[in-house]
C-alpha cells in the first residue's frame, strides 16, 4: 500500500533547472539601470523567496533603491519572455513523474515563481502529467506560507493527511512544516546538503528516481 497518494513539487532547482535565465533577466535588468551584475552563484543564494525578494537582494541597497521599481518591471518583462531560453528539466525528473502519473499519484506543482511563467513552463515540460501549477500571484500568500499548497490540494480533491511535498530549498522546508507535510529535501537544486540540514531538512533525495523510495 502507498503511504501517499499525492506529491506536490517545488519547480526551479526541484524539477526544472532555471539558474541561467534567472541570472540573465537579472543581469539584463540590472545593466538597462547601470548597476553592476550578479554572478550565478550569488543568484543561486538570492532564489526562492519570489522574484521581488531575488531582485530585492540584487539590486543595490534593494527596495529602498531610487530606481528599484523600475528595475525590477524590466526583469519580470524580460524573464516573460525567456523564461526557457536555458531552462531545462533535469535528468531523471520527467521519467519520474511520468512513472508516478502512471502507478495513480495526484501531482501538483507550487512555486514562488511568477504565477504566469510557472503555467507556461509547466505547460512546456509537464502538461498532461502534472495537474495543477500554482506560482505567486496578487492576494495570495507565498512559501512558506501554505496557502498555495493548500490551494494545490484543493484542486487536486486530495487531502494533506496522505500528501508529501518535494522542495530544494529552506523555503520548501519551511512551507512544509507550515503546511503539515513531510518534506523530502533534493540535492541536485541550489541548496547543498549542509545547508539543508542546518534549516531543518532531515530527509534526502540524491537523485530523482530515490523520491519514489519515501512514497
Avoid at 531575488?54 to 519580470?76: N, R, Y
Avoid at 509537464?126 to 495543477?132: L, M, N, R
Avoid at 531538512?201 to 519514489?212: K, N, Q
Wanted: contains cysteine.
Amino acid at each position: 500500500m502507498k503511504r501517499y497518494d499525492t506529491v506536490i513539487f517545488d519547480l526551479d532547482g526541484t524539477l526544472l533547472d532555471t539558474l541561467e535565465d534567472l541570472t540573465d533577466a537579472v543581469n539584463y535588468a540590472l545593466r538597462e539601470s547601470k548597476m553592476p551584475e550578479r554572478t550565478i552563484d550569488e543568484v543561486r543564494r538570492f532564489v526562492g523567496n519570489g522574484v521581488q525578494r531575488l531582485m530585492e537582494l540584487a539590486v543595490p541597497d534593494g527596495v529602498s533603491g531610487p530606481v528599484f521599481e523600475e528595475t525590477f518591471a524590466k526583469f519580470k518583462e524580460y524573464y516573460g519572455v525567456h523564461c526557457n531560453d536555458k531552462t531545462r528539466a533535469y535528468e531523471g525528473v520527467l521519467p519520474l513523474l511520468r512513472e508516478l502519473k502512471e502507478e495513480g499519484y495526484a501531482l501538483a506543482i507550487v512555486s514562488n515563481k511568477l504565477d504566469s511563467a510557472v503555467k507556461e513552463l509547466s505547460e512546456i515540460y509537464f502538461e498532461g502529467i502534472v495537474t495543477t501549477a500554482i506560482g505567486e500571484k496578487a492576494g495570495v500568500a507565498k512559501k512558506p506560507a501554505p496557502d498555495t499548497v493548500y490551494e494545490a490540494l484543493r484542486v487536486l480533491g486530495m487531502p494533506k493527511e496522505r500528501a508529501v511535498y518535494v522542495g530544494d530549498s529552506e523555503v520548501d522546508v519551511m512551507t512544509a512544516k507550515n503546511a503539515g507535510l513531510p518534506c523530502i529535501s533534493v540535492l541536485w537544486g541550489f541548496r547543498d546538503e549542509a545547508f539543508l540540514r542546518e534549516h531543518g531538512a532531515v530527509c534526502f533525495a540524491g537523485t530523482p528516481a530515490e523520491v519514489r523510495n519515501f512514497l
